[in-house]
T-cell receptor, first 113, second 108 residues
Framework: EAQVTQNPRYLITVTGKKLTVTCSQNMNHEYMSWYRQDPGLGLRQIYYSMNVEVTDKGDVPEGYKVSRKEKRNFPLILESPSPNQTSLYFC????????????FGPGTRLTVT | GQNIDQPTEMTATEGAIVQINCTYQTSGFNGLFWYQQHAGEAPTFLSYNVLDGLEEKGRFSSFLSRSKGYSYLLLKELQMKDSASYLCAVLNDYKLSFGAGTTVTVRA
C-alpha cells in the first residue's frame, strides 16, 4: 500500500531533550516536506527536500533540523525542544508531476512541557 | 512574503452548493492546490490549478485567475461527509504556503 508513515504518533517530552520524528514513504517520491499545524494558523512548512542531500528552509525552520540521506526517509530533529514547538506535525511526500501533489502522513502530536 | 486568505467558516445545507474563495499575494507562483482535511486526520489532495480556468472533478471544481490572485473551490450536491476543513495552498518554486483553512459544516 502506498503510504507515508510517521513515528511516533504521539509524544510528550520535556524542554531541552533532543528528539527525532521519523518519516518514511514507499512511493519513490523525490519531494518530501515537514509541516506544523496550529489552531488559527493553518499548516506551515518547516523544511522541504527536492531529492537526496537537497534540503531547504520553509517558512518556520527555526529550532528544527532535517536530513535526507535516503530517498525514502526524511527525519525531523528537534535538538532542544521548547514549549512553543508543541504542535501537530505532518510529513508529506510528492511526485514531480502535477506540481508536487503531496501525500500526507497521519501526523505526530508533540507536547513539550 | 506570502499572504493567503480564505474565510474561516461556512455553513450549507445537504444537497446545496458552496463556494470557498481564496485570494493570495505571493512573491512567485507555480500553482495552487486545494486540500480537504477531516477533523483529526491528515489533509488529502483535491485539486491543482496552474493555468487560468476551471478544473472539474466530479462534485468538486476549482477555478483560478492568476491575474487577480484568486481561486475558488466549488462543492456541489453537498453531502454530510463533506463537512471538513478546506485548505488553499500556493506553490512558489518548491515552497508550499497554506491559508488558515475554511471549515465547512453541512447541515441536514
Amino acid at each position: 500500500e502506498a503510504q507515508v508513515t510517521q513515528n511516533p504518533r504521539y509524544l510528550i517530552t520535556v524542554t531541552g531533550k533532543k528528539l527525532t520524528v521519523t518519516c518514511s514513504q514507499n512511493m519513490n517520491h523525490e519531494y518530501m516536506s515537514w509541516y506544523r499545524q496550529d489552531p488559527g494558523l493553518g499548516l506551515r512548512q518547516i523544511y522541504y527536500s527536492m531529492n537526496v542531500e537537497v534540503t531547504d528552509k520553509g517558512d518556520v525552520p527555526e529550532g528544527y533540523k532535517v536530513s535526507r540521506k535516503e530517498k525514502r526517509n526524511f527525519p525531523l530533529i528537534l535538538e532542544s525542544p521548547s514549549p512553543n514547538q508543541t504542535s501537530l506535525y505532518f510529513c508529506a511526500s510528492g511526485k514531480r508531476q502535477g506540481g508536487y501533489e503531496q501525500y500526507f502522513g497521519p501526523g505526530t502530536r508533540l507536547t513539550v512541557t | 512574503g506570502q499572504n493567503i486568505d480564505q474565510p474561516t467558516e461556512m455553513t450549507a445545507t445537504e444537497g446545496a452548493i458552496v463556494q470557498i474563495n481564496c485570494t493570495y499575494q505571493t512573491s512567485g507562483f507555480n500553482g495552487l492546490f486545494w486540500y480537504q482535511q477531516h477533523a483529526g486526520e491528515a489533509p488529502t489532495f483535491l485539486s491543482y490549478n496552474v493555468l487560468d480556468g476551471l478544473e472539474e472533478k466530479g462534485r468538486f471544481s476549482s477555478f483560478l485567475s492568476r491575474s487577480k490572485g484568486y481561486s475558488y473551490l466549488l462543492l456541489k450536491e453537498l453531502q454530510m461527509k463533506d463537512s471538513a476543513s478546506y485548505l488553499c495552498a500556493v506553490l512558489n518554486d518548491y515552497k508550499l504556503s497554506f491559508g488558515a483553512g475554511t471549515t465547512v459544516t453541512v447541515r441536514a
